[in-house]
């Protein structure tokens, strides 16, 4: 017997009920609390319109997207984690440069403390998993959980992440994720062949767009409220989902620039 559809819910189908924010609230609310979790729902709602609409709702939906135990968090790094780490200079040289990743308007102190668990935090995920490698761009990821969650739950949400959507960058060379930029390419062939033979005659490669795709853009939008969105957006989808909306993102522009020159 054929399993029936799952029927979405109303404010996605554009039917006139309670506020759409409102109605999406509490269809997130009834998904956390069903018996299982209705993962299918919190899906939807992180890749529909507006993601997940506030952090305290990601605070809960994240790490039930990404299996995670919330009752089982791994313990605060320790105090030695950074003693003898072969990353220890290279992570605190780029989380020294990160400033502009924090909120304008928070306090110096406030921010330097942050500063300080975000090294610990990625040299503790390092050390958890030393078959992992770290890369530059890794903490413009880390960073964006950390503001969001918490210390704890960015430790597990960055182990599992390390382990699964981001394991092709964390590989001891670069070739993983030159293939996964190389599949650039043959996504825009589909979507544009006009702009995909343009750049190819202009050899212009896929460098371009390594920032986009290991910080998840975290690195490249000014708006930190644009940054969240996408990151719902990436949780709820497959791991290559960063290269097809790097495809896309080229394509939207090209567009722009026409009707611009219009």
């Known amino acids: 017997m054929k399993k029936a559809r799952k029927r979405l819910p109303a404010t996605w189908r554009h039917e006139e009920q309670l506020p ?78 990160s400033m502009r990743r924090f909120p304008k308007g928070m306090r110096v102190d406030e921010r330097e403390v942050l500063q300080e668990q975000l090294i610990d935090i990625i040299l503790d995920v390092l050390r958890r998993n030393p078959q992992l490698h770290y890369y530059q761009g890794y903490h413009d990821i880390v960073v964006t959980f950390l503001l969001v969650v918490g210390e704890r739950m960015t430790i597990g949400i960055m182990e599992k992440l390390s382990n699964h959507h981001l394991r092709d960058f964390m590989d001891p060379t670069m070739d993983s994720t030159k293939h996964i930029l190389n599949y650039l390419m043959p996504i825009l062939e589909q979507v544009d062949r006009e702009l995909h033979d343009f750049m190819i005659r202009s050899e212009v490669g896929t460098i371009f767009a390594l920032s986009w795709l290991i910080t998840w853009y975290g690195y490249v939008l000014s708006d930190f409220r644009h940054v969240l969105r996408l990151y719902d957006f990436f949780l709820a989808s497959h791991p290559l989902m960063a290269i097809y909306f790097a495809a896309v993102t080229v394509s939207v522009q090209t567009e722009g620039s026409k009707e611009q020159r219009v």
């Open 20 to 97: 759409w924010k409102k109605q999406k609230l509490l269809d997130i609310h009834q998904a956390l609390n069903s018996d299982p979790v209705d993962i299918e729902t919190l899906r939807w709602a992180a890749v529909s319109e507006g993601g997940l609409l506030t952090d305290g709702i990601r605070r809960k939906v994240w790490p039930t997207l990404l299996s995670i135990n919330v009752y089982n968090l791994p313990a605060k790094p320790s105090k030695d984690v950074r003693e003898d780490h072969k990353d220890y200079r290279q992570v605190v040289l780029d989380v020294r440069r």
